[in-house]
């Protein structure tokens, strides 16, 4: 798989949608998740999940901070080089994480922080250098009203399903999931496309119609396989 | 907790959420379930829960059906009396389940059925004589939109958190959720909440007016405290 | 005004909408204040507002009850014959009155109660007799959501704006609120439309096509005067 | 295609469904059509559609009313069968159509009339008989908030897309779309589909367990068939 | 009508709303529609219109992106100098175009782009230079959400009905569409307008209170006509 | 009260909704009022109040803006200082306030207008240099959909209840408001609060784990009071 997420690294999101839906999978963008406070990164990695429900007042007490089962305990169970998926149920009034655990994200090597929900302490967040796809922020800390509940779970994130090892790729158009069976397809596919996009990009740069230039019909799927073999 | 279940059945959800917001709760009543096809029923009992994420067109395949994960397994788990509770991430437009699953609860003694999402083959599941809250009927099956994770987890539902065993309450008015530690407490108070609103109501026929009756100044804590006296 | 008001019982609420149209006014009908577990009822008159915002946790305490500001004090001041319209911001998810403070103002005379919010005790407040139009029901209180602020001043209602004394009138089309400078304007206008759309309904029932019926050109202004002189 | 349309009458919309999910069709159940004071009615027809835009306040005039295009223009070439599909953008605060235009697609053997949007005059348009599935009813007229556009082009509906001649069937779970194209394999592979859940409800009804029975396993499949030869 | 386009250049969307007022038209302001990746641009031109529909399965295949209904079609038929305004339904999941239909629009000659929908491959459709006004980003091509079914149709665009051939502007408070019969009101009012406003913005740098200047109470209606006459 | 606004000063509005959360305070940050155009402003001040409700066509004419109750009279009576808080119901199609007014809330001295609705004339409001949180922008003036109705009344703003003398503060998290009599118990426990937190940064920066730390077990409590004395 090292070289399916080799090859990965050079396709957009956008492609890996195109690909995707010629298995019949639509649901692989998630909603909610946009570049936080930079644009042009590019990550991907396997999915690390994180889960929140409603909050329940009796629960969240300073106490239940220290529990086994904690956004703490979960951040000290992250490998090098995932990408952390929270499902905050697309709450936007409660920033899940602030500086101090995006810190220690950081720490870990975790690669990338995506959720459909917000982050809190703007400034602080982006002085740690985390890689954050979200909703914005807010002020308020998720016990305001979420409760985590636990990690490597099957979640929802922004419409989608994300199964832990899922394979993620983000970039300024938003974060998509791969699942774990279809990586090598859409690596191959998918780096394919993006030479037969770099053709189509020349060919309308030079003033040619669109149609039967794209899709291309036989002419032009012979010019571009003549182009290909040129380069 | 039996006897504090059978006091249960006596109090109202609306005073239910009256008595745990002395407590600080006020995420207790469960966002678009209400009861379908039917008036005047009340149930008391733990919860036994049921997860949906969104669906992945992948993993919707006929033989995802015969999975261990699947709700034909968490049905065969369910023990008798128990209330489920179902977080469709309120999705409207696919339906949970159909007359078939609906009277297999009903066979292992299913109390109810409570979801934020919606039912489907409304006819059917009527004829089966289950109990259900829900947010009305599609006509597409669950696998159209969501895929079921798992059962006894932690939910969110109706905009709650409800964790296994705690105690659903449900009627005309919704259906609401008590955490197990303050059901003791919700039993008694409730009991002495329904008492005092019923020597209200004889007030307000007889003409009394609000300011001083509702709540009680201290002369009509006084008539109050007499007219339990010589009930 | 007593006598545009009586011609108003007889002139459905779509009617009252149309007339509206010619005067420029689209904002009229209340969004989400339906008939309430009853149809057919029609009811007529003027405004008494209820205005509501959301709740802050350190206000709802049981001492701000017996506030001089209080919904008590308020259905006090309730003249006989009113229309209560109460702005509950919309929220579905709290009941703003539930059966004793509905009896106290079916005591006072009060023709209707209109909300963009819902009610609680749903069996409660049916036995009261008093007419409702409101979202629904749910069990938590006010409380849980909303602070009570006043009485008598210009609210927000299901997207409309009313002013203390407008003229609202309800049917199982919803409620409307006609401004009260064109009341005279409405009722007038408004009769004569409804016995157009009699003359229209007998027309569509012999067998005439649409276009040049409804609405009628000159051939057909023609007969329905014919019409209405043999009446 | 006769037949097709035939047995479709004894097919529901929670099968026809499941097999469009066959054919990888998850968009054909139209959210927010529901039936509209009435149960247990069916209809199957041809579509026959209609467009809505929003309004634009200086064409909602009354001499745009007796326009060539018209929803008057639009009922008169309406044939016998046909199931109107009106696509009202999901508008709830303006009613498409009240009595006298219901009453006139009656007079021309309209099956049924299907929209995203809601209806006006509840009891007129009630009294005509015409079957409806909308989301709901509004006093404001159709101009309130939309111009009507023209017929019998493709439109959304409900999150769906509807072409001309599509064959819609609408039962108490909703309506749903058939493809053209598809109508001859969802009638076939239904009307199995209607028997194995007979026989399914018939062992569930005898108290089977659901894993291997629903989908049946190899043993299962078997007595069902069995079941099939004996009918 | 070429004057009074040159004249709309100078004119603000604000002010074109404020004089749209004057004539009853509320609707003419596209919501969602808001400038991307650029400021201070400014267009004026005629709408050439777009249509799609919810995606169907069945249609949306590769098969398909040749027909002669198609977005290529529609972009070879855009006459220079036109606005395209695009009717996504609002859907935010589905980028309508990217770098290579963008590229040709700007090849063609094509003024600005406007959508309640939004873009995909962010960084390539701001290379092509085209100014465009829309709700954002996504990674999934059109037909992931979307059919297209037809260019130079009336329209709705962001809760506004558009028809081809009326004129829109926009800058960087968004865009608004003026109907065809009021540009030249539209355009002679709108100038005196800029002008009243110019000259309020001196009178309040001035200090002088707002109660009487703005609107103009006779005094300062006079000083104000002084100062035109002097300018 | 003056030195518990100046400590204010140095508290981020994140701080204050984890203090307020100890009262049981969870309404208090407004959704939608974010930074509008700037970043790393922070402003606290006392409410001062605007009420809008939605717009009646017969209401909204010229001779309206004269009237005594008009955002013209609300602005001259603002004192220096305020923070103006309005409440537009959260409505993003019509703008509140242009670059008149603006400029006439700085001349008085208006610290920062927050609000949940939009403002309209982009560049000239920036051009005032009013500190504002907002939802962004739109065209339309606020008659378009909004009424004025008055000035230091309770109101609703982004899901909070805002009453005048109120203590709001605003940074980059957007904007939170303090109850009066809780200024003097946020302002000390949220120095505090501010104090752990660069400790717990220092700690997280070293490399230190999560659990344990933060928050702090009994060991690391001693620890950060013994570093507490050092400083």
Redesign the interface.
Known sequence: MTAALDALRTI???T???IL?K???????M?GA?PFGFS?KRVVGPAFTLRF????????T?AS??NPI?T??A??DMPEGCIVVADA?GV??A?IF????C??MV?RGVSALITDGVM????GIMGTGLSIWCA??????S???L?F??WN????CG????FPGDIIVAD???A?VI?Q??VDFVASEGAEHELL?SW??QE??K?E????L??P?EDNKKRYEDWKKKR
Chains 1, 2, 3, 4, 5, 6 share one sequence.
């Open positions: 957009t999101t956008g890996i949608t195109t839906l298995k019949g999978i639509r649901r692989c963008w909603a946009m042009g429900v409603p909050v329940r007042e009796d629960l969240a300073p901070w220290s904690s703490r305990s951040i000290e149920m936007t009034s920033g602030g500086d101090i655990l810190m220690r720490k809190r302490d703007k400034h914005g922020v807010a002020a308020p800390a016990v305001n009203q409760t509940v636990g779970e099957s979640i929802a419409g989608c399903a994300i300024d158009d938003g998509v699942p069976a279809l996009e189509l990009v309308v740069e003033g119609k669109l149609p039967g794209y899709p019909n």
